[in-house]
């Protein structure tokens, strides 16, 4: 009897796949669940987890414990190679095809380089785990080098830390690197002080964090010179290397850290549907979130190119989780033989920490910046945490840090180089 009952792919375990399941869940409806991998990220918190702030655990939640109750949905852990419309099924890269008779597609978006690709080995994003891992690892790397350097030039490129992009994960990381710099690490090195490590953040247009307005770009920018990060707006890199960067094709900066934070590109997956495609790989859906010709097809979050009432729907976790939630219910009017819905979204605001005691909020027309900003930031990322346990150790590493200035999660990981037997 179960299996004759409609069935509904979800592929991506995100924001927005996951509230498409949770929606689904309580319907007459077979559902499956992929993502290549095993748990949901919450991404908002994720440069806490690449600044020791946070641990890996306490941001993310396995998928299958998300959905242990709800005994319709299945989980798997696979990745989808191949889209096939036509015949209703979506393929793995194990060859295994897999049918539907409704798709939500959800699996957001990766770096971009602008066509630079091999920068990405220089100058690592942060989407996953493992990006944070890699970018905590080369980060407090950088402070053991630069102990241990006898070359005072080496040790000012060990010492400086370039973010490329000014955007809320630019800032953000800037921000957290410039106060370890100058809080946390402060006497615990011999040879090196690192007071002395420059902090430097381009951007290429006129302003950091363009998405918010003028007056809390402005704040923003004031809040960063403020803990001592140096900006560095309308400029180009032309070029990055194990060296440093080079910028507008003329400045050169030495660097051994440098983090990118400048672009964004939607999962290949888009490519695979037929559909027609934005420049970045996104999807351009109809406005109930279908895909043109393919009414049973949705499309959420970043891998979605969709504008309402003259705006684009952002890439962040509000847009996904509402685009999630409303491609499940028109799945369920379909099911119901009922029309669809156009999607209109909900703009709750935005917010970017900056450091202890500082970030912007935007809700609304209601426009703040300083501590009070930065409560409300603490508050609703506490809140949207998944799991009661994520919550309660998280303010308790929050409350720690904010009074030790320590951070809880400053072990190095090298995954080229596993543990010791040992160890």
């Known amino acids: 009897m179960t299996n004759q009952l409609p069935h509904v792919v979800i592929v991506g375990g995100g924001f927005g796949g996951l509230e498409a399941a949770k929606r689904l869940a309580k319907q007459q409806v077979r559902v499956t669940l ?37 005994k319709n949905v299945t989980v798997w852990l696979a990745e989808v190679a191949d889209i096939k419309p036509a015949e209703k099924q979506v393929v793995c890269t194990d060859g295994q095809a897999l049918a539907y008779d409704y798709l939500i597609l959800a699996t957001g978006a990766t770096h971009s380089y602008f066509g630079n690709d091999a920068w990405a080995n220089v100058a690592p994003g942060l989407k996953t785990v493992e990006d944070a891992f890699e970018i905590r ?67 290429g247009v006129d302003r950091v964090l363009p998405t918010f307005s003028q007056k809390l770009s402005a704040s923003a920018h004031k809040q ?34 440098v983090l990118w934070a400048a672009g964004v590109k939607a999962s290949g997956l888009g490519a695979k549907t037929g559909g027609p495609l934005e420049r970045n790989g996104q999807v351009k859906i109809e406005p ?47 099911m119901a033989g009922q029309a669809t819905k156009p999607f209109r979204y909900n703009d709750k605001g935005n917010m970017a920490t900056i450091g202890r005691s500082s970030a912007v909020a935007q809700i609304g027309k209601l426009e703040f910046g300083g501590f009070l900003a930065w409560m409300a930031w603490a508050l609703v ?43």
Do not use: C
């Open 34 to 70: 992929i993502d290549r991998r095993n748990h949901h990220l919450f991404q908002p918190l994720l440069y806490q987890v690449a600044t020791g702030g946070l641990s890996a655990a306490e941001i993310a939640m396995p998928i299958r414990k998300f959905m242990h109750n709800h």
């Open 224 to 257: 960063l010179e403020a803990i001592g990060v140096e900006i560095k707006l309308k400029t180009k890199v032309t070029d990055i290397n194990e060296n440093g960067v080079t910028l507008d094709g003329t400045e050169q900066v030495p660097s051994h850290t």
């Open 381 to 423: 990322h506490l809140v949207s945490l998944i799991g009661f346990r994520n919550r309660v150790v998280t303010l308790v590493n929050w409350t720690w840090a904010y009074f030790t200035f320590q951070r809880s999660g400053r072990l190095i990981l090298d995954r080229n180089k596993p543990p010791a037997a040992n160890s």
């Open 137 to 203: 690892r080369r980060v407090f790397s950088a402070f053991e080098r630069a102990e241990r350097s006898t070359d005072p030039q080496q040790r000012q490129a060990d010492l400086t830390f370039v973010i490329v992009g000014g955007g809320p994960t630019g800032v953000e990381l800037a921000g957290t690197i410039a106060e370890i710099s100058r809080n946390t690490l402060v006497g615990e090195f011999r040879t090196v002080d690192p007071k002395s490590t420059r902090v430097l953040l381009v951007e």
């Open 288 to 334: 109930d979130l279908s895909l043109p010709g393919h009414r049973e097809v949705f499309v959420v979050g970043d891998l979605a190119s969709l504008t309402v009432e003259g705006k684009r729907v952002p890439g962040v976790a509000q847009g996904a989780l509402q685009m999630g939630r409303h491609a499940a219910q028109n799945v369920i009017a379909l």
